[in-house]
């Protein structure tokens, strides 16, 4: 095995750092690049920060083949979670700007006398 | 001085992350150390059920899923603590990755299935992109995770991590009830098999420097 053992750390890396680091690698994975300010730099007059606003829900249904339709209900069972939470998460990976909440399973009403 | 950042990281979701953070985030606080656990998974599966279950000495914990303000939490929590374990989200996103250019080291949770396997490989080559572009060494192991007892799968997809060469910790987690337990009790195992197997996985991990010393026992909390 090649991992080595650590020298105890005498200076942490700086979050700039860090961060110039995990961009190098966002943009090799394709993934949008990590950015020290939380909002992109922009000539454009600052928009406010993306703060968790009420934002308007609209509706999307995707038809699928059955392969994956099944795969997305198993791994949904399986974690706990909802397939629109699985796509959702997918989207986040591929670089779409996803609201924190769409990540979020909304926990099942729960009812009376069930565990 | 500063604290080792550990990360645990895949790409695999449901790989055991969160649990292994809990585990040995509870063990950790036990034997005296001061420990933060930032949470980088948007589910919050980890700031939940410290704020919701947790029973044990105090942990300083973090939610912050976006990469920037996770980078300012983990320099933050660094000077007051002795280790900060940074819980990452199942999908390769880009906190997941500023966790991992930040971390002194990166575990890998890998459950006995193919898919686990194939993106715990994925997993260790972002680790390493990620040690290269930040100029410093950054080791990363696959910790087996969720093995049933001598049961064929498991010894097979441990037979596959060797295969393939990656390099993996001979402590693993077991798939127990204790485990799954603490999910809903708060308590982290103090006894039996679980705490057996993150004992010895926090040994393997001191062996490697990956984890501060053992505190003097005037420090360790019941
Ligand atoms: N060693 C174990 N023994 C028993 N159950 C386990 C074990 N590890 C994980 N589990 C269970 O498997 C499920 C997924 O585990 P966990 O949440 O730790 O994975 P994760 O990698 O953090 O997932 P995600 O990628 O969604 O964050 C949980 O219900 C957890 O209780
Ligand atoms: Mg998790």
Redesign the interface.
């Known amino acids: 095995m090649s991992s080595k053992g650590l020298k105890p750390a005498i200076a942490r890396p700086s979050a700039r750092e860090s961060l110039a680091a995990a961009d190098a690698v966002a943009q090799q994975a394709g993934l949008p690049p990590a950015s020290l300010s939380p909002r992109p730099p922009s000539s454009a007059p600052a928009a406010p920060p993306p703060a968790p606003t009420e934002e308007e829900l609209v509706q999307v249904n995707i038809r699928v083949r059955r392969a994956l339709g099944d795969q997305l209900a198993d791994r949904a069972r399986a974690e706990g979670t909802t397939q629109k939470v699985l796509m959702c998460r997918a989207l986040a990976a591929a670089g779409f700007d996803v609201h924190p909440e769409d990540l979020r399973a909304t926990p099942a009403p729960r009812r009376r006398g069930s565990s | 001085?500063?604290?080792?950042?550990l990360t645990v990281a895949s790409t695999k979701?449901?790989a055991g992350k969160t649990t292994i953070v809990m585990a040995l985030a509870g063990t950790l606080a036990a034997e005296g150390l001061r420990v933060a656990v930032v949470d980088a998974d948007?589910?919050?599966a980890y700031a939940s059920w410290a704020e919701q279950a947790y029973e044990g000495p105090a942990i300083a914990v973090r939610a912050e899923?976006?990469?920037?303000?996770l980078?300012?939490a983990?320099?933050e929590l660094?000077p007051q603590s002795d280790l900060v374990l940074v819980d990452t989200?199942?999908?390769?996103?880009?906190a997941a990755?500023?966790a991992?250019?930040?971390a002194?080291?990166v575990l890998v949770p890998c459950t006995p299935s193919r898919a686990d396997v194939e993106q715990a490989a994925k997993t260790l080559e972002?680790v390493d992109?990620?040690a290269r572009?930040?100029r410093?060494?950054i080791?990363?192991?696959v910790v087996p995770s969720r093995l049933k007892q001598a049961t064929a799968v498991s010894r097979h997809a441990v037979a596959e991590l060797d295969a393939a060469a990656l390099?993996?910790t001979a402590a693993g987690i077991g798939d127990r009830v204790a485990f799954a337990e603490m999910t809903f009790s708060g308590r982290v195992p103090s006894g039996g098999d679980a705490a057996q197997e993150v004992a010895e996985l926090v040994a393997e991990l001191r062996?490697?420097?990956?984890l501060p010393p053992k505190p003097k026992a005037a420090r360790a909390r019941a």
Do not use: C, H, Q, Y
């Open positions: 001085m500063a604290a080792t950042v979701g449901g948007p589910n919050r899923a976006d990469e920037a303000r980078a300012t983990i320099d660094s989200a199942g999908f390769g996103n880009r990755l500023l991992m250019a930040a002194d080291a972002l992109s990620a572009a930040a410093r060494a080791p990363a192991r390099p993996r062996k490697l420097g990956w």
